[in-house]
């Protein structure tokens, strides 16, 4: 029964990528947590985590190209395959994003502590939610969620540009606070980032779906 | 002789992740060039040519889909499609990158003209010919070529956290320079991205290469 076996690693597969997605989603919350915080401890397990993300990116995609090689799947299962080595590779990059903001969290412990005037909670949480429901996308093979997840890039985007010009006023009123300013900046930028891998995610969701889209209309013509 | 067919399509696969990688690299360039010159025309080329690249990676996406599933390819042709499917994303996201740096440049034209303490001229470079290099480490199967990209990673780092250091004085000195300075911040990083997705993609290629390691190793081993 090679079928059912490939079936198996089929959902082995899914399983991976929602334990990856959770290690990603925990940096993010982590490394928003630690410049809240300015918790020294948590930078450290941003950095210990991300360590684990490339281990576990590594292990999915040979997975994937084993599943690829051996099993040679047809349309719908080659589409899922390869939609999940893309989604790999931007949970990594959620990674390295996190951790770029867990050292300059760190960085931070050392200057004077300041109102800075961005909501990196309600940034950091909007972020993740957004890779929250690209996972659930592609849990529910739901199309519709994915693309509420592209049209939610636009409001990140938005608190991004307002971050960007509240700090460029910050700076001009009080140049002493620029080094707590530009790392804030650059913060904000990754948390950016951040969405936009999250919107890179649920954009491969669709390239899934829309396999199972075609196969299904082929099925309706055939009968 | 379906198998010749393959390979036609294998080499014409390269032929168009190399046209893929030349519109990058392009776009890498002009956005460099259209900030040093402040050229508003040279900035409506890089969005145009970013459209270019969507559309050129949907297309190479869509090959690489369908050989695969249409040949199921074995070992060492299957990495190397999965290397240009990741490859694909990534000089995708230079294009983005690109985009980035002619929009900001475009903002900066309407600002009085300073001089600012970053060769972006040489950054641009720099990452243009990681870029280059990665795409010669694909050409010639080099993996030798491919680690050499690796490394000059961090040389654009250290060219980007020195650009941070310098713009962070500058603007303590001169607050009224902070708009520009700020663009420039993020020019920077731009470009240090753009150097990124070029070690990505020379990883992609060690990833090819290894498997073409591995066979031969596996040919040796059973002689």
Redesign the interface.
């Known amino acids: 029964m090679p079928r059912i076996h490939f079936q198996q690693q089929l959902a082995e597969l899914k399983d991976k990528i929602l334990a990856m997605a959770a290690l990603a989603q925990q940096a993010v919350q982590s490394a928003v947590e630690a410049y809240l915080q300015r918790d020294e401890a948590l930078c450290a397990y941003v950095k210990e985590n991300e360590t684990a993300i490339n281990t576990a990116q590594r292990e999915l995609d040979e997975m994937a190209?084993e599943l690829?090689?051996k099993e040679?799947p047809?349309?719908i299962d080659?589409?899922f395959i390869?939609a999940v080595?893309?989604m790999n590779?931007d949970l990594e990059r959620i990674g390295d994003q996190s951790m770029s903001v867990a050292i300059r969290a760190r960085d931070m412990i050392g200057m004077p502590e300041v109102e800075l005037p961005v909501d990196f909670e309600a940034m950091g949480e909007y972020a993740s939610r957004m890779i929250r429901t690209a996972l659930q996308a592609l849990l529910d093979g739901d199309a519709q969620v994915a693309e509420s997840v592209r049209e939610m890039d636009d409001e990140i985007d938005r608190m991004n540009r307002l971050a960007?010009a509240e700090?460029?006023a910050l700076?001009?009123q009080k140049?002493?606070l620029?080094?707590q300013a530009?790392h804030a900046?650059?913060i904000s930028?990754n948390l950016e980032r951040i969405a936009d891998h999250a919107t890179?995610i649920a954009t491969d969701v669709i390239f899934w779906i829309r396999g199972a889209d075609v196969r299904h209309a082929l099925s309706l013509a055939s009968d």
Chains 1, 2 share one sequence.
């Open positions: 190209y690829l090689a040679q047809m349309a080659l589409r390869l080595i893309k590779a960007q700090l460029l700076i001009q140049p002493e620029t080094p530009l900046l650059l930028r890179n």
